[in-house]
């Protein structure tokens, strides 16, 4: 059977930039957000969301996370078009912990995503608590309800000189899920209750599920 409906053709050379990446994260919506801990070479923990999140395989368990470089307003230390704090951590010591986002957590991790100097923790500063980890340096957020620690697999790179990305695909070498929230394998997700990203600072809950 044919459909006859309108459609409005994209074409995504036509956008800037900016446009074309509003476009791109409001339309694969809504995203679940990891809540990235890293540390810095003189020892800070640093936290930042990114919601361009995916499991990348089951066998081994790879977690992927895809970081843009850094703008000219985000970047403290480098030029622009140095990489977040985040990815020079990895890079630097290959190890980082995914911390899962609930609905409660949405101001601080909005919080979290503010340009800080590297030398400034943005988990002390947005009141977020740590848990030491067992087999990774970088701590763990006591908020989150599943943290995932992580060894780097592999970097990935991606784009030009005026938009570069990274890939950064790590192997869950542990997890630790809070009180409730397991029962055998299964994940209760009235007790994750995870956050989605729509856009911008509009996030989403799952509490309307739709079961078929
Ligand atoms: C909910 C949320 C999700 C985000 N997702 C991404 C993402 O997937 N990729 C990215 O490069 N930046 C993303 N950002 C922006 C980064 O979190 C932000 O640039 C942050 O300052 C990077 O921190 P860092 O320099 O400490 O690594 C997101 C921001 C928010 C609030």
Redesign the pocket.
């Known amino acids: 059977m044919t459909a006859t409906r309108g459609y409005d053709s994209v074409d995504l050379d036509t956008f800037s930039e900016d446009s074309r990446y509003k476009f791109l994260t409001g339309s694969v919506v809504p ?1 679940p ?1 990891a809540l ?1 801990t ?1 540390l810095s070479e003189t020892g800070v923990l ?8 995916v499991i990348i395989s089951v066998t081994p368990p790879l977690l992927g ?4 470089d ?1 703008t000219e307003r ?1 970047v403290f230390a480098a030029a622009p078009g140095a990489y ?6 990895i890079l630097a010591n290959e190890e980082f912990v995914i911390n899962s ?1 609930s609905e409660s957590m949405a101001l601080q ?2 919080e ?5 100097p ?1 030398d400034v923790s ?1 988990v002390d500063t947005v009141g977020f608590h740590t848990l030491p980890s067992d087999l990774v340096k970088p701590s763990r957020i006591a908020e989150s309800q599943i943290q995932f620690e992580c060894r780097l697999h592999r970097t990935v790179p991606f784009g030009d000189g005026h938009s570069k ?1 990274t890939l950064v695909v790590g192997e869950v070498v542990r997890v630790h899920c809070a009180e409730g929230v397991l029962e055998g394998h299964r994940v209760i997700h009235d007790a994750l209750r995870p956050l989605g ?1 729509i856009a911008g ?1 509009n ?1 989403c809950r799952t509490a309307d599920i739709v079961s078929v």
């Open positions: 995203r957000i990235v890293t640093n936290a930042a969301p990114f919601s361009q999140f996370i895809v970081a843009h850094a985000q977040k704090d985040t990815v020079r951590n986002v991790v909005q979290c995503a503010h340009p800080f590297p943005e990305t990203r600072r996030y």
